[in-house]
Every structure is written in C-alpha cells, then in structure tokens.
C-alpha cells in the first residue's frame, strides 16, 4: 500500500529558531501533497497544497513568509517554520495522494513540534 | 464553500456493540467522496471507509458500514462488534478536486 514517510516525528527549537519538516511518499509518486496543522483534540487544518514544481497554495489565514513548502520533486515536500514562536507549537501532518481523491489521501505519521 | 458537521463530540460504545457516528455536510457539487478517517492516540490517521458520491450503494469495509444519504448530506459510520482497537478520534471527510475538509470529530471510548 501507499506509504508516507514524515520526518522528523518530534522537533524541539528555540524561539526564532528554523525548523523542516520532511514528507515522502515513498512507493508512489505524489503530485499533490498537503500539510495539515493539528492543535490538540481538535480536527486537522489544512495549511497548504503543494505542487510539484509549482507555487504552494496557502489557505487563508496562513502566512506564506512564516510556513515555507517547497515539492521540488515528485515524492518529496517540504514544510519549513521560520523564526519560529512558541505559539506556532503544534502537531503537522502531512498527506498525498497518488489519484485524484479516489483511492484516499495517505497520511504522514506527524511531527509534533515545540517551540521554547 | 464545503463545510462538514460532527454533532457528536464525544461517544462511548460497550464492546462488541453497535455504534453509529453521525455526518453532514454541505455542497452545491453532485460529483465528490466522502471519508472516514480513524486517529489513534497515535495520532497516525488511518483510512477506515470511502464512498464515491455517484454510487448509490453504501460502501462496507468489513465490520465497518456507511449510511450514505445523499439527498439528506449525511454520511454515517456504523461500526459493528465494537472493539477495544477501535477506541479513537473519528473524522468525517469531504473531498472535492482534491482538496480534503475535516469535520470536528468524534471521540469514540470502546469500554471493556
């Protein structure tokens, strides 16, 4: 089965500190991979959809400059926190889909990130 | 815009019981899927049951069972034989050109 990998699982930073956070599928290729946002016991918040070779899409609300992605291949994204602040703590997810919707989205295992 | 409903925060099923989560969404499309995700306290989101909004029949996956009303946008999840394993954060899903919306999930406690 689809399989995506997400590293890494925890990350500590300091505040203003950078922190990546890698999505990989890793038996299919992905030209659509998506980065969710997670606070606890609440339902997933799409952040962004990224595009191999293309501009990420952000949703609204989410600011660009702070939430790096880049998909600079086809089974690799990458979600980059900038200057990161304890208020950006949080659980990120990512997923991929290898169709369009049909078979399901495959979900990375998370990174639970925390910002001191 | 698409927006999915969960109106049962919390729920709480005896094992080997039945228990049905409800769903609704809303959507002027007439072509979308429809999801069940599970989130264990691992946090890791499983795929449990789609349904393909152009198919009349209710998908079934083994214990787990849809109730899929498309008149009525509402899209159900009965699990049968409930087992310890199934205790989890449930999310209902909606898909439309690829792009996913969550509802606000169920926490389901399967009790010994």
């Known amino acids: 089965g689809a399989v995506v990998s997400q590293h890494p699982s925890r990350v500590i930073c300091k505040s203003g500190t950078s922190v990546k956070i890698e999505c990989r599928s890793l038996d299919f290729q992905a030209t659509t991979m998506f980065w969710y946002r997670q606070f606890p016991k609440k339902s997933l918040m799409l952040m962004a959809t990224s595009n191999e070779g293309s501009k990420a899409t952000y949703e609204q609300g989410v600011e660009k400059d702070k939430f790096l992605i880049n998909h600079a291949s086809l089974t690799l994204s990458t979600l980059t926190v900038t200057s990161a602040h304890p208020e950006d703590s949080s659980f990120y997810i990512c997923?991929?889909?290898?169709?369009?919707?049909?078979?399901?989205?495959?979900f990375g295992s998370g990174t639970r990130l925390t910002v001191v | 815009a698409q927006t999915v409903t969960q109106s049962q925060p919390e729920m709480s099923v005896q094992e080997a019981e039945t228990v049905t989560l409800s769903c609704t969404y809303d959507?002027?499309?007439?072509?979308?899927?429809l999801f069940w995700y599970k989130q264990p306290p691992s946090r890791q989101m499983i795929l449990v049951i789609r349904?393909?909004?152009?198919?009349?029949q209710n998908a079934t996956e083994n214990r787990f069972s849809v109730n899929f009303q498309k008149a009525a946008k509402s899209f159900s999840l009965k699990i049968s034989d409930s087992q310890l394993g199934d205790t989890a954060m449930y999310f209902c899903a909606f898909s439309l050109y690829d792009k996913v919306i969550f509802g606000p999930g169920t926490s389901l406690s399967v009790i010994p």
């Open positions: 959507t002027s499309e007439s072509n979308y899927y």
């Open positions: 349904q393909e909004a152009y198919k009349q």
């Open positions: 997923s991929a889909i290898r169709t369009g919707g049909a078979d399901g989205y495959t």
